[in-house]
T-cell receptor, first 108, second 112 residues
Framework: QKEVEQNSGPLSVPEGAIASLNCTYSDRGSQSFFWYRQYSGKSPELIMF????GDKEDGRFTAQLNKASQYVSLLIRDSQPSDSATYLCAPQGGKLIFGQGTELSVKP | EAQVTQNPRYLITVTGKKLTVTCSQN?????MSWYRQDPGLGLRQIYYSMNVEVTDKGDVPEGYKVSRKEKRNFPLILESPSPNQTSLYFC???????????FGSGTQLSVL
């Protein structure tokens, strides 16, 4: 089993909708997670870091961590076309392994 | 400006011709890493380094070499490139292993 798994998509949502991106992980010892956003042809950039169970909000972005179920999710409210990108999750620690990423497409 | 600098940005080469992709960071980071990115496969780690003179294999190290003689530099060496190494490569660094990564701009490599 891969350490981190994401649905590669593409996930298509209309402008203004909520986009929900999910990530499951196999290592029960993982305590905290990064979410990176990567525009096509560009390098990844960090958008969220979550280290405790529950929700963390930053503007239109909310990260949710559920350690019991071993998943972490990213919600994007009021999705905009500029949110169209690939979103990668990675558990913090060690050599930093990424999921394969979920491609999000927000349609005007 | 704090940054990770990769060169070259684009590289076309032929099978078997040795090449080096350079990576340098000016943030005094201890941790550096190389990834390759292929469609549908995400970012896969090639090699990483926790500190000077300490390097370790990632998930896809075959056909690659690295060295970490100085803290700021972490070159990626392909001694005999093959077409299956055609990919988008990223160098990244962080203050310590497992922390927020800062990425270079990427190197698009084509091996003919």
């Amino acid at each position: 089993q891969k350490e981190v798994e994401q649905n590669s998509g593409p996930l298509s949502v209309p402008e203004g909708a909520i986009a929900s991106l999910n990530c499951t992980y196999s290592d029960r010892g993982s305590q905290s997670f990064f979410w990176y956003r990567q525009y096509s042809g560009k390098s990844p950039e960090l958008i969220m870091f979550i280290y405790s169970n529950g929700d963390k909000e930053d503007g239109r972005f909310t990260a949710q961590l559920n350690k019991a179920s071993q998943y972490v999710s990213l919600l994007i409210r009021d999705s905009q076309p500029s949110d169209s990108a690939t979103y990668l999750c990675a558990p913090q620690g060690g050599k930093l392994i990424f999921g394969q990423g979920t491609e999000l497409s927000v349609k005007p | 400006e704090a940054q990770v600098t990769q060169n070259p940005r684009y590289l076309i080469t032929v099978t078997g011709k040795k090449l080096t992709v350079t990576c340098s960071q000016n943030m005094n980071h201890e941790y550096m890493s190389w990834y390759r990115q292929d469609p549908g496969l995400g970012l896969r780690q090639i090699y990483y380094s926790m500190n000077v003179e300490v390097t370790d294999k990632g998930d896809v190290p075959e056909g690659y070499k690295v060295s970490r003689k100085e803290k700021r530099n972490f070159p990626l060496i392909l001694e005999s490139p093959s077409p299956n190494q055609t990919s988008l490569y990223f160098c990244a660094s962080s203050l310590q292993g497992g922390e927020k990564l800062f990425f270079g701009s990427g190197t698009q490599l084509s091996v003919l």
